[in-house]
């Protein structure tokens, strides 16, 4: 990444297991979080509304799943499955959740934090509303919440992003949605 997102695991027992080939990511390598203890973060950036979060994954568990956490804690930040009853994004002191609820398989998202026009995109269908407030988040985690402190997801990830401001209004946005659905059979808008 050019913008310092990158994500990594110095810790053995934490890290992610990459798989070559995953049947439900179209035959795509993926990296699998085992939903016990497994977890990347960066500590660094500081993220501030608007910002979109693009992720596809294959989920395995959807009980309680976090998928992307923030890493300090402070303006807390999430995109994941309220136990397993809604996909869910939070942002400072409340979620915005979806009026459908999650299953297993492959998932593309793509989360928009802009307080009162926040959207959560899944598989083409949109819940819009507000996640509470501008709030914006320092560190990022992916696989557990905040930190890695606890509640550890369970999916295999193919994709994810984060940018910076509202990424549908990028001139290589639509490029980024043929390219997710090439590789992995994903459909976002």
Same mark, same amino acid.
């Given at each position: 990444?050019?913008?310092? =997102?990158? &994500? *990594?695991?110095?810790?053995?027992? $934490?890290? +992610? ?11 795509? $390598? !993926?990296?699998?979080? #085992? !939903? ?6 960066? @500590?660094? +950036?500081?993220?501030?509304? +608007? =910002? ?13 799943? +976090? ?7 402070? !303006?807390?930040? *999430?995109?994941?499955?309220? $136990?397993?009853?809604? %996909?869910? @994004?939070?942002?400072?002191?409340? @979620? ?31 819940? $819009? ?14 696989? *557990? ?6 509640? %550890? ?6 994709? %994810?992003?984060? =940018?910076?401001?509202?990424?549908? @209004? #990028?001139?290589? %946005? ?5 390219? &997710?659905?090439?590789? =992995? ?5």
């Amino acid at each position: 990444s050019g913008n310092g =997102y990158t &994500l *990594a695991q110095a810790s053995g027992g $934490a890290q +992610p297991t990459f798989r070559s080939s995953v049947t439900n990511l179209n035959g795509r $390598a !993926g990296v699998e979080f #085992d !939903g016990t203890a497994d977890f990347l973060i960066n @500590a660094t +950036p500081v993220v501030t509304q +608007p =910002y979109t979060i693009v992720a596809v994954v294959d989920m395995v568990g959807i009980t309680g799943t +976090p998928i992307i956490s923030d890493a300090g804690g402070t !303006g807390r930040a *999430a995109l994941f499955i309220n $136990a397993g009853l809604t %996909w869910s @994004a939070f942002t400072g002191t409340a @979620a915005l959740s979806s009026s459908y609820g999650p299953s297993t398989g492959l998932h593309a998202f793509r989360f928009k934090a802009n307080n009162a026009s926040s959207v959560i995109n899944e598989n083409m269908r949109n819940t $819009a509303g507000t996640v509470g407030n501008a709030t914006g988040f320092t560190g990022i985690t992916m696989g *557990a919440v905040t930190g890695g402190a606890s509640n %550890w997801g369970s999916f295999r990830a193919g994709f %994810w992003g984060c =940018y910076q401001g509202d990424i549908t @209004a #990028d001139a290589a %946005w639509p490029d980024l949605i043929s390219a &997710l659905a090439y590789l =992995y059979g994903a459909n976002v808008a």
